[in-house]
């Protein structure tokens, strides 16, 4: 009976420890993710909104009622330019992108043609609808 206990114990007692590693690694891999990479697990999030960017700002800096108007324009601006950066960049892009999927699918069988053409396909519509949020 004592060894049936002192078992059941033991096995407890390892299921606890490993528990706990479990869960202490876990925490230690959030961690060690926010403090090297900024964010949570490395992953790149979506860009800050211009409401916590400027909101940021004003935390961190103090800035009064006119520097915020002010930074606001600043950042409407300088977004602005961005996006036309990026559109005017749109058909580089797109010919780049061309020019790969041609030597991808120059690297394929016929029978895997079709697939990568579908593949292609469903990349473009999930990239569409991301862009389109």
Same mark, same amino acid.
């Given at each position: 009976?004592?060894?049936?206990?002192?078992?059941?114990?033991?096995?407890?007692?390892?299921?606890?420890?490993?528990?706990?590693?479990?869960?202490?690694?876990?925490?230690?891999?959030?961690?060690?993710?926010?403090?090297?990479?900024?964010?949570?697990?490395?992953?790149?999030?979506?860009?800050? +909104? %211009?409401? /916590?960017?400027? =909101?940021?700002? *004003?935390? &961190?800096?103090?800035?009064?009622? #006119?520097?915020?108007? !002010?930074?606001?324009?600043?950042?409407?601006?300088?977004?602005?330019?961005?996006?036309?950066?990026?559109?005017?960049?749109?058909?580089?892009?797109?010919?780049?992108?061309?020019? +790969? %999927?041609? /030597?991808?699918? =120059?690297?394929? *069988?016929? &029978?895997?043609?079709?697939?990568? #053409?579908?593949?292609? !396909?469903?990349?473009?519509?999930?990239?569409?609808?991301?862009?389109?949020?």
């Amino acid at each position: 009976m004592e060894a049936i206990k002192a078992r059941r114990e033991a096995a407890a007692l390892v299921f606890v420890v490993f528990l706990l590693g479990v869960l202490l690694g876990g925490v230690g891999n959030h961690l060690w993710g926010s403090r090297v990479w900024g964010n949570q697990g490395g992953r790149p999030g979506p860009p800050a +909104s %211009r409401e /916590q960017v400027l =909101a940021d700002f *004003t935390r &961190e800096l103090e800035l009064t009622p #006119d520097q915020e108007k !002010q930074l606001g324009s600043i950042l409407d601006d300088s977004r602005s330019k961005f996006r036309t950066l990026d559109r005017s960049l749109d058909p580089q892009r797109m010919q780049i992108r061309d020019q +790969s %999927r041609a /030597q991808m699918r =120059a690297l394929l *069988t016929p &029978e895997q043609q079709p697939k990568f #053409d579908a593949f292609l !396909q469903r990349q473009d519509s999930h990239r569409r609808g991301e862009r389109g949020r």
